[in-house]
């Protein structure tokens, strides 16, 4: 194979962009921050920028990958999820706290009604799929509800306060595991990625969604059932993003209804394009999503670092990413093409 042979086969893989965007984005940092990439323990835990990225970027992982399916469905998007996560958290600090403000002891156990929490997501997620699947409403109208009510769910549900959880046992998910160096919704996000994949790979699922979104009316002829299957996309993208509420829940060991997955389904959406997916439907690379989502991640993380307010923040982060978006269109792409065929004519 000649190098220029395994040039065209690199630079024409799936993820040789978003691959190359996330590099992108950390040798910027690496230039305006010379000890970017240095991590330290202390009192036996990692720093650093690298790791703060990983770990904060645990929950958008986990949103993307249920946007993903969302999306290779249904060709639209879910921008309810992070309304959804406020739900999914609201619920599961009420029940520990057993209705009060603030609590240092359990009403129940965490396992419990962290799992109630993510089922009220999944209803969350199968009202979404239902109006999209069955009654064929646009998915961003459809999610739009959601998107507006969510957090006035999660405002009812508190009672309009923060419902504070003050027992170590519940700041665990979203901190460190004993003595374990490593935060532990890495490892969460690691654990969603895995089990995704196996449904993705050893079941037909995957294959389907994908058929269903590039064709429903096809799939049908062929004997597959594209509404359930796209009630189950969202169904899916429901529950991880209630998974995601209960870890950032865990974080701030509190159910924050305005602040838990503010902005995040924006986020997500944006990892998806930036992973190289088609917003329209159809195939999709999971792998792709995850990487575009610590993308945004260090995107974020870097315009922290570099002192960028709070306020600012949306406007350097569109900036970046509608040239990293341009750069991954099929326009740009065949434009660069053409130049490098006529200079190889010349």
Known sequence: MTKKSFWNRLVHTSLFLPVVCLIAVLLINLIQTPTFFKVSINNGVLYGYIIDIINRGSELVILAVGMTLVTAASGGQDISVGAIMAVAAAICCQLLSGGKVSTNTLAMPIFIAALVGI???????????????????????????????????????????????????????????????????????????????????????????????????????????????????????????????????????????????????????????????????????????????????ALTTSLYAMNVSADQLPVYKAIVVVVIVVIQSPVFRKKIAGLSKRKAVA
């Open 119 to 297: 089922l009220a997501a999944g209803l969350c997620g199968a009202f979404n799929g239902l109006l999209v699947a069955k009654f064929k409403i646009q998915p961003m109208v459809a999610t739009l509800i959601l998107f507006t009510a969510g957090r006035g769910i999660a405002q009812l549900v508190t009672k309009g306060q923060i419902t504070y959880v003050r027992v170590p046992a519940y700041k665990v998910l979203g901190g460190y595991i004993g003595k374990c160096p490593v935060p532990t919704p890495v490892f969460v996000a690691i654990l969603t990625v895995i089990v995704m994949q196996l449904i993705l790979k050893k079941t037909a699922l995957g294959l389907y969604i994908e058929s269903v979104g590039i064709n429903g009316s096809a799939s049908r002829l062929v004997g597959l059932n594209s509404t359930l299957l796209k009630f189950i996309s969202y169904v899916i993208c429901g529950l991880l993003a209630g998974l995601a509420g209960i870890v950032a829940s865990s974080r701030i060991y509190s159910a924050d209804a305005n602040n838990i997955g503010l902005n995040m389904e924006m986020d997500a959406i944006l990892a998806v394009a930036l992973g190289g997916n088609n917003l329209g439907g159809g195939k999709f690379n999971m792998m792709g999503s995850i990487i575009g989502a610590y993308t945004i991640q």
